[in-house]
């Protein structure tokens, strides 16, 4: 993720465009951010299905085409949440074209992808963020603050679970060709943060996936170890009941946390427990995820702020993703680069 000068000051509101604007996530959760966020405007919206029923459109300009939308010299800034297996080429056609973007997660359905949009992104001087939302919760931050202090807390045991019920067969996410499955859908919340407590990564993956007869991991487990002797776990799941869970097993002590992956204003707090079983409370200010991440985003593009999630971490939880799906597909261990150290706060 770059930063530099990108031609707006403090004042600036940041012109956002949304292709795919029909989607579940935009229309809930990421356009009534933007269009609650001081620091972005809503201009343009594109649906290849239709543009007449789509709220949030009084003052925005609406396209029936994609590329149409991404070239246009009233959008600064992209918002990408379309079928997974279509943000790489979405992203380069925007990065290519002047646009700063935004794009759901996965960034891209392989290693080497997202490191490309990554190199893309910085060579045309543009910022790129993947939609983790997750990341910029305050009560995100304060407890990776507490699990990242590696010498004191010692983490020993990750657990980490992401499930529910898609009944929509037509939702992209059952299509294999689209970058379908649970894995991939709900994966970086939860390796993310696993890495980050780690601070490296895994030595070696194994992976065991259930398929649909789609042929996509309907739900998908990974055992992932780390040369210090960590050791994690991860469940996902479209065929099970809804459920967010983040368990951290210290040596003494631990952190668990329920809704952990899409935090509302509520979830502002978490408890350490020691041996005891005594409780250190940590809370946070209330905050909407979604709004914080368009903040965040068009404050990268005014240079108002250095990055708090890198695109190098991007690149990494997709290089632990693919390594987990090969693992399934072969039934065997998959070695990774191990004990190299992740500097996540640094690097573009």
């Known amino acids: 993720m770059l930063r530099g000068n990108h031609g707006f000051n403090n004042a ?4 956002i465009g949304v292709i795919g604007a029909t989607s579940y996530v935009a229309q809930a959760a990421v356009i009534p951010a933007i269009i609650e966020s001081p620091k972005a405007e809503l201009v343009a919206m594109a649906s290849r299905s239709t543009t007449k029923r ?4 009084r003052g925005v300009q609406l396209f029936d085409d994609y ?6 010299g009233n959008v600064d800034a992209v918002y990408i949440p379309i079928p997974n297996a279509l943000h790489a080429e979405a992203t380069r056609f925007a990065l290519l074209k002047g646009k700063h973007v935004l794009c759901e ?6 290693e080497d992808e997202a490191r490309e949009l990554g190199t893309l992104a910085y060579a045309n001087k543009r910022v790129l963020m993947e939609a983790y939302m997750t990341h910029y919760h305050p009560r995100n931050q304060e407890l990776m603050k507490v699990v990242s202090a590696r010498d004191s807390v010692k983490v020993r045991h990750i657990h980490a679970g992401f499930t529910g019920t898609l ?3 037509e939702d992209f996410r059952w299509r294999l060709d689209m970058g379908g499955g649970s894995l991939r859908d709900v994966g970086v919340y939860l390796i993310a943060p696993i890495l980050e407590a780690a601070g490296q990564l895994p030595e070696s993956v194994y992976g065991h996936a259930v398929l649909s007869a789609s042929g996509v991991d309907e739900s998908f487990t990974g055992i992932l170890s780390f040369t210090d002797g960590m050791t994690a776990s991860i469940f996902s799941s479209f065929t099970s009941g809804e459920g ?6 210290f040596e003494k002590g631990g952190i668990s946390l329920t809704n952990a992956f899409t935090p509302t204003m509520e979830d502002n707090i978490f408890e350490v427990s020691d041996l005891s079983g005594k409780l250190q409370k940590f809370k946070t200010r209330p905050a909407n995820s979604y709004l914080e991440m368009v903040n965040h985003f068009c404050d990268m593009i005014c240079d108002r702020e250095s990055p708090l999630r890198p695109l190098s971490s991007t690149v990494l939880i997709q290089k632990v993703v693919d390594h987990l799906l090969i693992s399934a597909k072969h039934n065997r261990i998959e070695y ?7 500097d996540l706060a640094n690097s573009h």
Request: aromatic fraction near 6%.
């Open 12 to 15: 600036t509101k940041i012109r």
């Open 54 to 57: 789509l709220p949030h459109k």
């Open 67 to 72: 590329e149409e939308l991404m070239q246009s």
């Open 105 to 110: 997660k996965p960034l891209a359905v392989s």
């Open 167 to 169: 009944e929509r067969k």
């Open 244 to 249: 967010q869970f983040l368990r951290f097993t």
């Open 336 to 342: 990774l680069d191990s004990g190299v150290p992740l």
